[in-house]
């Protein structure tokens, strides 16, 4: 349905009625009566446009294809993972503008698969990589369980292939990553990396992954039906040190920080993220002590967070919030009236 039908439809029914023909991924617009719009836009995405132009809720539980490959039900962007055997084709991101392929040195065992999450056992001695399928893109952690295996000289720099088909891998801000089209524009992008051990108390399994939570969730503490584990994140009183992100003519490397890999401290597991995971928006909270949280979900509380925040929070912190909106669907024709902003 246009603006217009929309804005007719609300003046003779007296109801705000959607504007199907502006619905996206992250945003919803509404006629209403008054002959005004309302426009709710999402930090992250609401739905996901299937190939026969009908949306459905987002999924990101992976699933093997029929061409070996491994990725989730329903994602904003057309991702997908190695089923096993070259590494080559690890990773695979695409756009519309053009696709980036991330490549392992070696080759890749099949991936035991869980919820968003695809585990290859052993890529070293003693190491895991895992990586997760989110609505927008993608996290990978290596995951080093012993001292004996933090000790592999190849843990002293990761390195990936990386090679653009339509868009061009290059630095980013902060030590980050993008991927930029013909034009010079950002497609996907990413922050630095981050390692961190376990020196922090575990839960009562003994994992390290942060379940952020959706801000609907009365309990931050009970899982809620929906919910997705992110990429592992340090907890409090683990070691951790953030990792540049080098690019070079076809590679991508970070440099892990030896001191918490091998330091007579270090408390396994030891977790790698090189944060080559790229996503189409950016949001992030910045800690008092230091501590990000890129590409967040749920509400990690504002200010002195502890008051009102949720549970992870304590006196010794102060939260920020920071995120980037798109103002395209700002614009509609002007012939059918003005538009209001809602959140």
Avoid at 9 to 26: D, F, N, Q
Avoid at 218 to 238: F, I, L, R, T
Avoid at 277 to 302: A, K, Q
């Amino acid at each position: 349905m246009s603006a217009q039908s929309a804005s007719a439809l609300a003046a003779e029914t007296g109801e705000p009625v959607e504007v199907v023909s502006e619905r996206s991924e992250y945003t919803r617009t509404e006629a209403n009566p008054d002959g005004t719009f309302t426009l709710t836009q999402s930090t992250t995405p609401q739905r996901v446009k299937a190939d026969d132009g009908s949306w459905r809720d987002v999924d990101v539980t992976l699933e093997r294809r029929p061409d070996g490959s491994v990725g989730p039900k329903a994602a904003v962007v057309d991702l997908s993972f190695s089923g096993g055997g070259s590494g080559k084709d690890m990773i695979r991101l695409a756009a519309p503008q053009g696709s980036v392929g991330l490549g392992w040195p070696d080759r890749l065992p099949e991936p035991a698969l869980e919820g968003a999450t695809a585990t290859y056992p052993e890529v070293f001695k003693g190491v895991d990589l895992q990586l997760t399928a989110t609505a927008e893109g993608y996290r990978e952690v290596l995951v080093v369980k012993t001292a004996e295996a933090a000790a592999n000289p190849e843990l002293n720099e990761v390195a990936l292939t990386a090679r653009g088909d339509g868009l061009t891998v290059a630095p980013g801000a902060g030590g980050g990553l993008r991927a930029i089209d013909e034009d010079g524009n950002t497609v996907f992008k990413g922050p630095a990396g981050l390692m961190w051990d376990s020196a922090g108390d575990a839960d009562e399994t003994g994992a390290r992954t942060q379940l952020m939570r959706n801000t609907s969730t009365p309990n931050p503490g009970e899982p809620a039906e929906g919910d997705v584990p992110e990429a592992a994140a340090p907890d409090k009183g683990d070691a951790s040190a953030v990792l540049p992100v080098h690019v070079s003519d076809g590679e991508i490397a970070v440099k892990p920080d030896l001191d918490v890999l091998r330091g007579e401290d270090t408390v396994y597991p030891v977790y790698i993220d090189p944060s080559m995971g790229l996503g189409v928006s950016e949001r992030t909270v910045l800690s008092s002590d230091g501590d990000t949280f890129y590409d967040f979900s749920g509400d990690l509380g504002v200010g002195r967070c502890y008051r009102v925040g949720p549970y992870y929070c304590d006196a010794d912190h102060t939260n920020r919030m920071y995120f980037e909106f798109s103002p395209s669907k700002l614009k509609l024709p002007l012939d059918v009236g003005h538009l209001e902003t809602g959140t």
